[in-house]
């Protein structure tokens, strides 16, 4: 998805006709997931006026579109304003348009300056999603691999991954994507926003990774709507057959 920084009514249309695309695939999704910050960009100096009091519109718009497309929803993340602080929150909706998580980005990227403008979350972002376990993270998060490693502890079988990352660090960005998962032996589900704010531009490469590092689907720097199946077996089979967390030796580190 591109973003139109400082314009939530831009990107709530587009929001809302990419979701109307997603779901006249075939086979319809299970989960749908969209990029990170998708309501106001980056538009850091006005956030306190742009961002959505506690999420209101974003979640009428996520709940109802669920409930009435039967479809598990990853909501990205937007910028979410409780009281006066501002957070970068991601909401998950099941099928029924129930809420089954709220997670805010616990690391601020301190080169865009995010900390100066938004508040950190202090929870994990963990959930099941119709009795599978997940988890998510935001963009800079990534870096961190202690978190993903909690949430595969915790039993996150899937990693959802929404992101606004930028050039020049594609390289990173795919990088990490894959520890993470071959790591974790987890699947990865990410959403890399596409387009130019300012002088920044994002590269997209939005990437489903097996928990055996094998991409099964990665976008360009173009907007997409990028299909990819998962068998959640092949968790099992790869946990089996690389006994990595019966191997952990956590006493020594
Ligand atoms: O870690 C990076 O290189 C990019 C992170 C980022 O852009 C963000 O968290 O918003």
Redesign the pocket.
């Known amino acids: 998805m591109d973003i139109t920084i400082g314009e939530p009514e831009t990107n709530f249309i587009r929001l809302e006709k990419l979701l109307q695309d997603a779901v006249r695939n075939n086979p319809k999704p299970d989960v749908i997931v969209f990029p ?1 910050m998708w309501n106001t960009g ?1 538009a850091l100096t006005e956030i306190q006026e742009l961002a959505d009091v506690n999420g209101e519109r974003t979640k009428a718009l996520l709940s109802g579109f669920a409930k009435a497309n039967h479809v598990n929803i990853i909501g990205g993340s937007i910028a979410e304003k409780k009281e006066d602080r501002v957070l970068n929150t991601i909401y998950a909706f099941d099928r029924e348009g129930m809420e089954v998580a709220e997670y805010s ?1 616990i ?1 601020l ?1 301190r ?2 300056d ?1 900390e100066k403008f938004l508040h950190s979350g202090d929870q994990l972002g963990q959930f099941e999603l119709e009795g599978v376990p997940a988890g998510a993270m ?6 961190f691999p202690e978190l993903a490693r909690k949430l595969a502890l915790d039993g996150a079988r899937i990693l959802f991954v929404p ?4 050039h020049p ?1 594609l390289h ?2 795919r990088t990490l994507l894959m520890a993470r998962a071959i790591e974790n032996q987890m699947y990865v589900v990410s959403c890399n926003r596409v387009g130019t704010s300012g002088t920044t531009s994002f590269f997209g490469h939005s990437m489903v990774i097996d928990p055996w590092g094998e991409v099964l689907v990665e976008g360009d720097e173009t907007e997409a709507i990028l299909h990819a199946t998962i068998d959640l077996e092949e968790v099992v089979r790869v946990r089996a057959k690389i006994p990595v967390f019966e191997d952990r030796r956590p006493h020594l580190y």
């Open positions: 990170e980056y980005k690391h990227f080169l865009m995010e935001i963009c800079y998060d990534i870096r992101a606004e990352w930028p660090r990173h960005w």
